[in-house]
């Protein structure tokens, strides 16, 4: 897969559910379209007990009711079905076809968790993780993974009690590194904060470390994306099955 | 179980009740579907947007406000303006027996009232999804007849 060309920007929104992701991706698109055309590819998880998925980020965005902003802004919501690999590389010829076709912008928004959706946000150019108060605890080391890639984080909800410990706790937490994200504190329900966002994301620089992990990702899904590619690779499940044959062996019969 | 489909759920008009398509947008997942929910009180030009931006297949359309008769015949009409013949319309909801002939001829292919049973609305899916009975379709074919 090759890495996204064009004249704009693909950037991935992402974090916990229950962050408020759509309603500051609503905030955002509310402040740049229409002067910019934006495309939003929504991700959600498929359910692995019947394949099939919800998809609701769209009642999210109040800015479709507004038909002088609903015409430079496409929204299209993406399950992200069985596999790991295929969704995050139909995600990357999606915005590649976008921008090549007058995008500007193209929001990837997905959950936070789980690794189809971190190579999801993977994708993108620059990535943004959204945190909010009152998620319980501190913070976890199950989103180590996530900060890493951030090249900006956003604290969501500054209007709820908390939200200032949270803030604290990803400063001190990411404190041990000198390229940490800049970490700024919105609230999308009362637009407090979020004007300033368009040109902050626009002028967003990759940090070094996020730039590294990114690619790990990247180098990840390319991978994998060659192994499932491989006519040979049914064949070679079987034979792992029915005749015992090693991974080892399997990997060397792939490769 | 047929082939997954894209299908919107939507709730066209000024009516605050959608448990009824909540139900059948759970149902459709459970069946193996991707389910677009649009949320409350849609215009039909915003429904057939999100069919075009989403590529469904499938547009159901829920009304309980008694305004069936104009937007769901607008929507499948707003569906062929946009050159989206393909795309397959379904409703429920609270329909008239002697209101739904208008509908079929309007375009819908099935209209499910209270009462139905979700195994029921999926083998719709299943069976008119083999057919070509998009709205632009002469076919004169709808779902119990």
Redo the contacts between chains.
């Keep these: 897969m090759e890495p996204i060309r064009g004249e704009g920007l693909v950037i991935a929104i992402t974090g916990p559910p229950g962050v408020g992701k759509s309603c500051l991706v609503d905030g955002l698109l509310h402040r740049l379209a229409p002067e910019h055309i934006v495309a939003v590819l929504a991700v959600d998880p ?2 692995p ?8 980020d ?2 999210r965005f109040s800015v ?2 507004d038909d002088s902003k ?1 015409d430079s802004i ?4 993406i ?1 992200t079905r069985s596999s790991s690999g295929a969704v995050p590389s139909i995600i990357q010829s999606l915005a590649s076809h976008l921008l090549g076709n007058g995008f500007g912008l193209v929001i990837i928004e997905t959950v936070g968790a789980g690794q189809a959706e971190i190579r999801c946000a993977a994708i993108a150019d620059r990535i943004i993780v959204v945190e909010g108060p009152a998620r319980g605890d501190g913070i976890q080391a199950e989103k180590a993974g996530l900060l890493e890639l951030a090249d900006l984080l956003i604290v969501n909800k500054s209007d709820l009690p908390g939200a200032d410990k949270v803030v604290n706790d990803l400063t001190m937490s990411l404190s041990i590194t000198d390229d940490s994200p800049e970490i700024i504190k919105v609230s999308a329900l009362t637009g407090d904060g979020l004007d300033q966002l368009p040109a902050m994301i626009f002028a967003l620089e990759s940090r070094v470390s996020s730039q590294r992990a990114r690619n790990r990702q990247r180098l990840l899904m390319a991978h994998e994306h060659l192994l499932t590619a491989n006519p040979n690779f049914e064949a070679i499940l079987d034979r792992i099955s029915q005749e015992g044959l090693s991974l080892a062996q399997a990997l060397e019969e792939l490769s | 179980m047929g082939e ?1 489909q894209r299908i919107i759920i939507a709730k066209p008009g000024l009516d605050g009740h959608d448990r009824g398509a909540k139900v059948v ?2 149902a ?12 409350l009180r849609r215009t039909p030009n ?1 429904i057939v ?2 069919a075009m ?3 469904a297949r499938f547009v159901g359309l829920s009304s309980l406000s008694g305004a069936h008769g104009h937007l769901f015949p607008t929507v499948c009409n707003l569906l062929r303006e946009a050159g989206l013949n393909d795309v397959i319309v379904f409703g429920g909801g609270i329909i008239p027996d002697d209101e739904r002939s208008a509908l079929h001829a309007s375009g819908v292919r099935a209209i499910f009232g209270p009462g139905t049973t979700s195994s029921e609305i999926l083998e719709f899916i299943s069976e008119a999804a083999g057919r070509n009975c998009g709205v632009g379709s002469q076919d004169p074919w709808h779902w119990g007849e």
């Design positions: 498929t359910s007990l019947s394949g099939g998925a919800l998809l609701g769209r009642i479709l009711d609903a496409y929204v299209r919501s399950a | 997954r947008a759970r459709l997942r459970d069946g193996g579907h991707e389910v677009i929910y649009t949320g915003q947007r999100t931006d989403e590529d």
